[in-house]
DNA sequence: ACGGTCAATCGTCTATCTGCGATTAACGAT
DNA sequence: ATCGTTAATCGCAGATAGACGATTGACCGT
């Protein structure tokens, strides 16, 4: 069987799928901005308006436990970190990690 | 304890937040391509190393009905659009919306 | 008209996301 | 040591994603 008209000469015998880290790694930072709140999270850290967890949360219509869920996700997906500031915790953008967002999008 | 009681009350202060449509966009490009499958059909689709659903499931450990599953949603995103031919369904990749989703994710 | 091929949809199941209030934990200041 | 501020976590609920097999539907050939 499998005899499907070789349609673009790539091997038609089912190459399966290679590893690919980079699609679970694409996949994955996509994720983390995969969510409106997320994106402006992300966007108030970038541009520095804000920097703590309760600054966020008054700009935000999302309860203070929501946003700090949020804040969890950007974390794991290493897009953003947080600095322990005392009490407070001040969040940053993880540049390294933006900048391979950004190259792995531009590079599809 | 204190007084969180009008917690959207006293929202007013500050700039809440912005309608910020762009935010919501993104979230839903990114969200097309936040699975590690979708990630790899799209770039099948991108190269042309495959066109049709029946190639993507030779390529993907996936049942046909899971890949249609991620076609559905690639396409609900405006990513990939379907053109019939035939009995068969030619997948590709809409340009415009990919540069779209580069740019907002440049953009950030 | 009738099979055969291809893709979409249905139904089901499990796992995870999303949101919230309430609670807990960490820390600085008094 | 205690209090007030800040953030993380817990527990709960509803909604949705993700995967699959099975079925249905569309279409082309004979």
């Known amino acids: 069987m499998a005899k ?3 349609r673009k000469g790539c091997d038609t015998t089912s190459a399966e799928l290679k590893p690919d880290p980079t ?8 994720w983390a901005i995969a969510h409106p709140a997320r994106v402006q999270i992300l966007r108030l850290l970038i541009k520095r308006d804000a920097c ?5 949360v008054s700009r935000l219509p999302l309860a203070q436990s929501t946003v700090s869920q ?3 996700i950007l974390k794991e997906s ?5 600095e322990v500031d005392g009490p407070k915790v001040c969040y940053c953008v993880n540049e390294d990690k933006l900048q391979r967002l950004k190259q792995l ?4």
């Open 105 to 108: 999008v531009d590079g599809l």
């Open 70 to 72: 949020h804040l969890k």
């Open 78 to 82: 290493g897009l953003v970190q947080g």
């Open 4 to 6: 499907k008209t070789t």
């Open 23 to 30: 699609a679970d790694e694409l996949a994955g930072l996509a």
């Open 52 to 56: 703590m967890c309760g600054e966020i």
